[in-house]
């Protein structure tokens, strides 16, 4: 027990002093090739927005959601009173049974004949009847068919569903109320696909045509990458800008039909001096990096940094020049630099 004392000493002074000469881990600020571009402000919009119409004639039964809700795609919305819709299908059901066994029997019928024809024990136009009658059997029940198939999609109707997950923004009708085809049920947006629209000034449409990239910040999330950019053919003639549409991948999840967005179009590019984001040290209100010089001195530099960051390097506007060594560890540069201190008040 009495060694163990001056054995923590003696271990704690060791790595104090490898902690003091351990170079460093430093990295140049260099040059880089980063686009340049033009920051415009935008409207999100939803691509999937509709107004859900009446297909065919009824009172309204059932509202099932309200406005703000969210819809499932393919959940009934609206249900209408289908009592006429359901007489007509039952009806086309008794049409479709009887057409199918007149059917049946022409065939029977026409197989008969045709042995018996072929025996020639019947006439050629007894043939020809029977065939014909086939005929006649078989257009009759593929209209019976069809109009099975037509009564179907009228009852259907009846049923109104929604043709995306989305939010209702709206409802035109209420319970009670009678729908006629056409008349418009309720209306919503979904949030699966999102675009922004932006009125860019003219002169600045040959660069977003030729080089066709842009980036729409998310607040507090960063940024994303717009899929397709669309430029509208033809100009507004009180502002002369261009509307420009920005389509967005799906799962932009901070962003919402209204809001009101930065936008930044790449227009070409620009050298900018850049260092790693990890280097960056703030200081309370000062921002700043550890500057290394070739003979392991620190000092502590303040830098104002540019607002754009690419693949984890800041730009730096000013406080730094190029090739100069900055810190990795702002910690560990930190440290050293109080050390430095020290000594050189000891001296």
């Known amino acids: 027990m009495k060694f163990r004392v001056p054995l923590l000493l003696a271990v704690f002074s060791l790595s104090m002093s490898a902690?003091?000469?351990?170079?460093?881990?430093?990295?140049?600020?260099?040059?880089?090739?980063?686009?340049?571009?033009?920051?415009?402000?935008?409207?999100?919009?939803a691509v999937h927005q509709s107004t859900i119409s009446a297909q065919t004639q009824g009172q309204v039964e059932e509202i099932l959601y309200d406005v703000d809700n969210f819809v499932e795609k393919g959940a009934?919305?609206?249900?209408?009173?289908d009592t006429e819709q359901r007489a007509r299908f039952s009806r086309a059901e008794a049409d479709l049974k009887v057409a199918?066994?007149?059917r049946q029997e022409a065939v029977d019928e026409h197989d008969r004949t045709r042995?018996?024809?072929?025996?020639?024990?019947?006439?050629?136009?007894?043939?020809?009847?029977?065939?014909?009658?086939?005929?006649?059997?078989?257009?009759?029940?593929?209209?019976?068919?069809?109009g099975l198939d037509q009564a179907r999609e009228q009852l259907e109707y009846t049923r109104v569903r929604a043709p995306y997950s989305g939010i209702v923004t709206r409802r035109h009708l209420e319970v009670g109320e009678t729908a006629n085809p056409g008349q418009k049920l309720m209306s919503g947006i979904s949030l699966d696909r999102l675009r922004v629209t932006v009125d860019v000034p003219q002169s600045l449409i040959p660069a977003v045509r030729s080089v066709s990239r842009a980036r729409v910040e998310q607040p507090g999330n960063g940024s994303i990458e717009a899929e397709k950019l669309t430029v509208f053919p033809y100009?507004?003639?009180?502002?002369?800008?261009f509307k420009v549409r920005l389509d967005l991948p799906e799962g932009s999840a901070?962003?919402?039909?209204?809001?009101?967005?930065?936008?930044?179009?790449?227009?070409?590019?620009?050298?900018?001096?850049?260092?790693?984001?990890?280097?960056?040290?703030?200081?309370?209100?000062v921002t700043g990096v550890y500057v290394v010089r070739s003979d392991g001195r620190v000092s502590f530099r303040h830098v104002r940094l540019g607002?754009?960051?690419v693949a984890g390097m800041v730009s730096v506007l000013s406080g730094l020049e190029r090739d100069e060594s900055?810190?990795?560890?702002?910690?560990?540069?930190?440290?050293?630099?109080?050390?430095?201190?020290?000594?050189?008040?000891?001296?």
């Open 100 to 102: 199918q066994a007149q």
């Open 235 to 241: 100009a507004d003639p009180g502002s002369n800008t």
């Open 254 to 285: 901070a962003l919402f039909p209204g809001m009101f967005v930065k936008t930044a179009f790449v227009i070409g590019e620009r050298r900018v001096l850049m260092i790693p984001s990890e280097s960056v040290a703030h200081r309370s209100e």
């Open 307 to 309: 607002n754009r960051h």
């Open 19 to 45: 902690m003091a000469g351990d170079p460093l881990k430093t990295t140049i600020a260099e040059y880089r090739q980063v686009p340049r571009e033009y920051r415009l402000d935008g409207v999100v919009e």
């Open 115 to 146: 042995d018996l024809f072929g025996k020639q024990l019947v006439s050629e136009s007894a043939m020809d009847k029977a065939s014909a009658a086939l005929k006649a059997a078989v257009a009759r029940y593929e209209a019976a068919s069809a």
């Open 76 to 81: 009934i919305v609206v249900r209408l009173k």
């Open 326 to 347: 900055v810190a990795l560890d702002p910690i560990a540069a930190g440290t050293r630099l109080k050390q430095q201190m020290a000594e050189q008040g000891n001296d």
